[in-house]
């Protein structure tokens, strides 16, 4: 076998065997991490926020920023007038109807300044996190109110009769 030949094979093996970061990572096991987080340490600007995303059912956040006057960088802190939310679903109808119901809010509030992403931030295809993301002075607080409004509608009531066309 070539020189070339060997590298390509070593690195397929060595590939394959790599062991994923959180293999053992499930909704459960970090949703009872989040779940004891002490909401005064949640800034104050996406606290309400934060709380509303938390009482969809099979949602979880995770990390949060309401921006900052003088952001530290090395803490990930965001500049004035921008947040964001890091959330996990549970792969459940739930799960996916609340996430549903955070980017309808997300549209029908802003749809330029509000935003989601998807990041993996694992070897676990079955984990990845939501970056809901917010700039341009959009008020965290108008975003939550409109997640509780969507959320009376598509969990409380029936939003299955609700017309989306």
């Known amino acids: 076998m070539s020189v070339a030949g060997q590298e390509t094979s070593d690195y397929r093996r060595k590939f394959r065997e790599k062991e994923p970061v959180c293999k053992s990572l499930s909704y ?3 949703a009872q991490i989040s779940r004891y987080q002490d909401i005064f340490s949640i800034d104050e600007r996406v606290r309400e926020l934060v709380l509303r995303i938390n009482a ?3 949602i979880c956040t995770m990390t949060s920023c309401g921006g900052h006057p003088i952001p530290d960088e090395e ?3 965001l500049p004035d007038g921008e947040f964001n939310v890091g959330f996990f679903i549970k792969p459940t109808i739930k799960g996916l109807r609340s996430l549903g119901i955070v980017d309808q809010a997300a549209s029908n509030l ?3 300044n509000i935003f989601i992403r998807v990041w993996n931030d694992s070897n676990n295809p079955n984990f990845v996190v939501f970056i809901l993301t917010g700039r341009n002075c ?5 975003l939550a109110e409109e997640i509780y409004t969507l959320g009376k509608v598509w969990i409380d009531g029936d939003w299955t ?3 989306f066309f």
């Not at 959009?138 to 108008?142: A, D, N, R």
């Open 28 to 30: 459960e096991s970090k």
């Open 56 to 58: 969809l059912p099979d």
């Open 75 to 77: 803490k990930g802190q």
């Open 110 to 112: 802003d749809d330029q």
């Open 138 to 142: 959009v008020e965290p607080s108008l």
């Open 161 to 163: 009769a609700r017309k």
